[in-house]
């Protein structure tokens, strides 16, 4: 009897979901938006920056180092003069953001003084492009260098090399999309969630549901059954463009992470229902939900902003913050292939959240009113 | 009775398309009339005022409202009529004061023509202590009652009242009745719709429409004798059971 | 044994007093009539018996269980329609129906019997999507969807709210067959002029009965004498009545004024004072009190 009582349920919500496209969009659209739209926005690579070269010298190992820029594809030759003056105008018209200066008599001081000057000068407003602009030329300049020195008799030579683990090309993604996949669960499943079970407040349709034999937690696994099937379905959504798109690697337990996947679920929808019962209006449904979920989801859990470098008041409230956890728990997974073991301490944090939660989202759902 | 007539309605005719929503419909009101336009839902009332108010063209037929033409002349009707509906008329979180400011404003009246108007319809209705009171806070009748004054804010010839009065207890009601008529008295037509039968008894002529057309049009008392019914629901039935 | 019965029951929304000890009972398979405007209290009453709301005073019992201790009890033996039209619009007539059936552990099948001459009338339409309904269509659906589980009580809120004339018959005409079938009915309105269809009705004003009985019986209580007057000038007639001495009220009943008298005055009396105030196509007649003009007195009253 239950169990026909629940599918019901699930076939009702089904129809909602179904007949509604904007529920339809922001359950599947938005997910695959959000992955696309963080991938190539949020990411410290760059390619064909567009730069200006000042060649004071013109010989051939400038010609032979401006060849080496525009190989490595990620630098665009825009203009190249002998005049630092160009290179200026070229900064105030916006048309590039970095500039190369090779000084006079280049090749004659490098294989003669052993001291030659290359200049790097890139357009700071803004920073972090900039900074990694200059690195990377400054990288390639060193490379250059290597090649081309026949010079092996310097005394004392200190190679600083550094060394960047588990994400060794700085590539964005596998910041990224450990990310998205947090934030999109959380909106799905708790923002909808909230949603649903808001709508049917608002239009008095929860009132006939409570006027019936029903349970109420059968009222609440009926409705959000559907929105956890969906948003598992996105994660793995997610988690394939990651893995196919941008290249993500799942080193790990692909078993492990579905699971803990579950449990993050679980959670967000927890913190869905206990939103909806304090809402009655989707409105107001949709607008604690952005507030509670959306934007700490996004800001505070280190997704965007690294957590070590917040205020310690942020740092403090980011140990609430749900997916800040599970974006701890994916890394290691997908990228360091960790095991259980090693996330452990994230999953019984969760573990705990979801439990109070869970217990304070049935202490509030009403039977009767007040 | 003058003869001057505030509405006068010619074959007036609205398609959708291959649907007829209002059917060559002809009828008159007079200046100063309580004229009911009745109808059930869907029978194409709704659309039938919508080319009254100047919201809508005709695809066919002559009407003129305030002696204004409806297919060249809809600014001015829009000018010459007041409109209240009972869901959408005041703003609860304004204060009675700021709605009458507000309402005057979009008329174009002058500051000290809403001075004046805003002294006339707070003392009339006896809300003086409440003029910066929110509307919110009113009952429910003050503020259908402040609705219709609202309505009448710029002097219109016409006031058109959508189901005005629905759900107000008796007393409530009648003295709502009692401002519209004070209001006929002064010769302003009154054009009321509603699916409550009951309200049209307070009428002095109403129209019934069935399926986009007007089927009876007179007094509620001839209506009734001439479909030998006891109240106007009983003639509603027939009609719309016939 | 009542059906229902309610026992000095108060309820306060923040400092507005939604009901004040308000009592009564409804007898097994009676139609019974809760009468008010908006605001009366009606829809809070509705609310507490159906289980969703507590009173902050009082009890109530529907079939003998309470309304907060045996909450789960009275929950499957009642039918509920709300006053505002709560089916899920963008589900299909059929699927709606199907849906509540299947919630109270029923199917249509099983208590089609109950339904059969409400729904029978919307089966044509059973694919269309309940938000495309007409007014008295989803009416029927939704008393379709309270009564499928076949309630012992069924708790009507305004269900002929909003609704035109045809289907607001068509509607009182129903229920007179779901009485017929020992169910009982309590139905609120706001219409005074649907208490007569009920055997027993309580008026309700701002959370105050004012009468509870037959509607004969409170009709026939109106002691005091009434005329129905009209004549050519009905606004100036109502004004000129309302300064006499001898009236005690004079309200607008549609296209005649009510008059209720007080003093010894005669019909005669009465008539010869209209004249002399020039009207003509005098009307005047005494009549018996309607309900809404016991409302009114009784309004007055409190």
Wanted: proline fraction near 4%.
């Amino acid at each position: 009897m239950m169990l026909r009582t629940f599918i019901a349920f699930v076939k009702k919500e089904t129809f909602h979901i179904l007949r509604d496209p904007r529920t339809l969009f922001i359950l599947f659209g938005m997910p695959i938006a959000l992955v696309f739209i963080f991938g190539y926005t949020i990411t410290n690579e760059f390619t064909g920056a567009s730069i200006s070269v000042v060649d004071q010298s013109k010989d051939k190992l400038s010609q032979a180092l401006i060849d080496h820029l525009v190989a490595s594809g990620h630098f665009e030759l825009i203009n190249v003069s002998d005049d630092i003056v160009s290179l200026e105008n070229d900064f105030k018209a916006g048309v590039v953001k970095m500039g190369v200066v090779i000084s006079p008599l280049f090749e004659q001081h490098f294989y003669r003084d052993k001291k030659a000057t290359v200049q790097i000068i890139a357009d700071a407003t803004e920073p972090n492009y900039a900074a990694t602009l200059t690195n990377y030329a400054t990288r390639m300049i060193n490379a250059f260098q290597n090649t081309k020195s026949e010079i092996s008799s310097i005394p004392y030579q200190l190679d600083i090399e550094s060394r960047m683990y588990y994400n060794p090309k700085l590539i964005g993604a596998y910041n990224f999309v450990p990310g998205v996949v947090a934030l999109i669960l959380m909106l799905i499943c708790a923002m909808m969630t909230s949603l649903t079970i808001a709508k049917e407040k608002e239009m008095g349709t929860m009132d006939l549901l409570l006027v019936s034999p029903l349970h109420p937690l059968l009222i609440i696994l009926g409705k959000v059954t559907p929105y956890v099937i969906l948003s598992f379905i996105n994660a793995i959504i997610v988690l394939g463009i990651g893995y196919f798109v941008f290249t993500v690697p799942i080193k790990g337990s692909l078993v492990l992470l579905l699971l803990l996947v579950l449990l993050y679920l679980m959670v967000a929808l927890a913190l869905g229902i206990l939103i909806s019962t304090k809402a009655n209006s989707q409105q107001t449904a949709m607008m604690s939900s952005l507030f509670i979920l959306l934007l700490p989801t996004m800001l505070l859990s280190g997704f965007i902003f690294p957590i070590a470098s917040m205020p310690v008041i942020l740092q403090y409230i980011s140990k609430i913050i749900p997916a800040k956890y599970f974006i701890i728990i994916e890394k290691a997974i997908m990228l360091k292939g960790a095991s259980l073991d090693s996330v452990i301490n994230p999953v019984i944090v969760l573990g705990i959240m979801l439990v109070i939660l869970l217990a304070a989202a049935l202490k509030n759902f009403k039977v009767i009113y007040k | 009775m003058t003869t001057i007539k505030a509405i006068e309605a010619n074959l007036l005719t609205k398609r959708f398309g291959s649907f007829t929503a209002v059917d060559a419909i002809t009828f008159d009101v007079q200046q100063g009339e309580i004229f009911g336009f009745l109808g059930a839902n869907g029978a194409g009332k709704t659309t039938a005022i919508k080319m009254l108010i100047g919201l809508s063209r005709p695809t066919d037929g002559q009407a003129k409202v305030a002696g204004f033409d409806v297919y060249r002349q809809t600014e001015q009707i829009k000018n010459h009529i007041g409109y209240m509906s009972q869901r959408f008329s005041l703003y609860e979180d304004l204060t009675v004061k700021q709605n009458i400011r507000f309402y005057g404003g979009i008329y174009g009246l002058s500051r000290r023509e809403i001075k004046t108007k805003t002294e006339e319809i707070v003392s009339n209705l006896e809300l003086r202590d409440y003029s910066n009171k929110v509307v919110g806070a009113l009952p429910l009748g003050w503020k259908q009652r402040l609705a219709f004054a609202v309505a009448g804010v710029h002097d219109p010839k016409i006031i058109f009242l959508d189901e005005p009065t629905g759900g107000v207890d008796p007393a409530t009601r009648r003295q709502f009745w009692e401002m519209i008529y004070a209001a006929a008295n002064q010769g302003v037509t009154i054009f009321v719709t509603t699916h409550y039968m009951d309200e049209a008894e307070y009428c002095d002529r109403i129209s019934i429409m069935v399926d986009g057309k007007i089927e009876a049009l007179d007094s509620p008392r001839n209506l009734k004798i001439q479909f030998e019914a006891k109240s106007m629901d009983d003639v509603f039935i027939k009609l719309a059971r016939a | 044994m009542s059906a229902v019965k309610i026992e000095n029951i108060s309820k306060s929304f923040d400092t507005v007093l939604a009901l004040a000890q308000v009592s009564f009972d409804v007898l097994k398979g009676e139609l019974f009539g809760l009468i008010g405007p908006d605001g009366a209290g009606k829809t809070t009453m509705f609310k507490i018996l159906t289980t969703l709301l507590m009173p902050d005073q009082g009890k109530a019992y529907v079939e003998g269980f309470h309304t907060v201790k045996d909450y789960k009890k009275i929950r499957r033996i009642i039918g509920y329609m709300p006053g505002k039209f709560s089916l899920y619009q963008d589900l299909t007539v059929e699927e709606n129906l199907n849906f509540f059936a299947t919630i109270f552990n029923t199917s249509i099948k099983e208590n089609y019997h109950l339904i059969a001459d409400i729904y029978g009338q919307l089966e044509p339409f059973k694919k269309r999507r309940a938000g495309n309904l007409s007014g008295g269509m989803k009416q029927k659906l939704a008393l379709s969807c309270a009564l499928i589980h076949e309630p012992k009580v069924l708790f009507l809120d305004e269900p002929t709210t909003g609704v035109d004339a045809v289907s607001r018959a068509e509607f009182w005409e129903m229920l007179g067959r779901l009485k017929a079938k020992g169910i009982t009915i309590v139905v609120s309105t706001p219409y005074m002029d649907e208490a007569s269809l009920c055997e027993r009705i309580a008026l309700i004003q701002t959370g105050k009965i004012l009468s509870i009985d037959t509607p004969e019986h409170i009709t026939n209580a109106y002691h005091k004498p009434l005329y129905a007057v009209r004549s050519d000038d009905f606004f100036r007639l109502m004004k000129e009545l309302r300064g006499q001495h001898f009236a005690e009220r004079v309200e607008p009943f549609g296209e005649y004024l009510h008059l209720t008298t007080k003093d010894q005055i005669t019909e005669h009396e009465i008539h010869q004072y209209i004249q002399s105030q020039g009207h003509s196509t005098i009307e005047l007649s005494a009549i018996e009190a309607t309900i809404e003009d016991v409302f009114l007195d009784l309004m007055q009253a409190n």
